[in-house]
């Protein structure tokens, strides 16, 4: 599931960088947890590689930063500086692949559109972050782990009836959220 | 394009467009600073005792597991890089 510490609701990227830095393996998970919805969905989505393809870009993208969080200039860019890693790492495959003659018809060109659709999903994932224990479990169990009313209402205790209404009221706070950073964004 | 405004219809095609990576995959990168640390100890065994470094030269996953450390591919492979065998 995720949201599972302080840490990492609570810290910044930078504030993680920083204690990986100084060794604190605790820190690294955080961020690995953080992220790793994201870099499988880039290269899984974004480049629509086959698993075993996606697994060797996804700990390949987690090895490099890690090895090169040192060379990382402004420890708040760590999400965009692992995402250019990955896409380098999805086109490298993608390329090597058309070239051994696997996949000649895969399109290395960088899906930039449905990249940035996969930054504003994380921004939404960021804000369910954000909301109440009970919200973000019902909201992450319904829409990104497909299950039934029935099973959440077994899960989480509650009658089946009442799931629809409380996945509204969460996902219009949800809403709520992301429209006062919006407005917020705007205005600054 | 970006979303200009947030209607539950996108937020849930959003909260649907990022689902969880394997649990193995996430373990195995969460404990990446673990198992480079291990790696570290490996080489410096097989540095400081000819007879480990021969058994990995030897028959490198056979000789890991005798000595009490994990063989996954990964590991291997990073370990074989290293001790440039």
Redesign the interface.
Known sequence: M?FTTVMDVESTDGELVALCRA?D?RA??TL??RY??????IAV?GFRLPEPDA?DV??DA??RA?ERLDSLRDDDAFRPWLAQMTRRLCIDICRRRRDEGESPEVDVEDPS?EL???D???A??DA?GRLSGDCREI??RF???DESYRTIGEALELPAGTIASRI?RC??R??ED??GR?AVVLES | MPITEYTEENVAELLRALPPAPTGWVTAAAELPRARAELDTIVALATADAEFRRALIEDLETALRAAGFTADRRRVVELRRRLEL
């Open positions: 995720g060794g393996e690294w998970a690995v947890e790793s919805r994201y870099v499988y969905a989505q697994e996804f700990q987690f090895a890690f559109e940035e659709r996969l504003e999903a994380l939404v994932r369910l909201l992450d829409f990104t782990q509204s996902l219009g949800l809403r992301l429209e919006k």
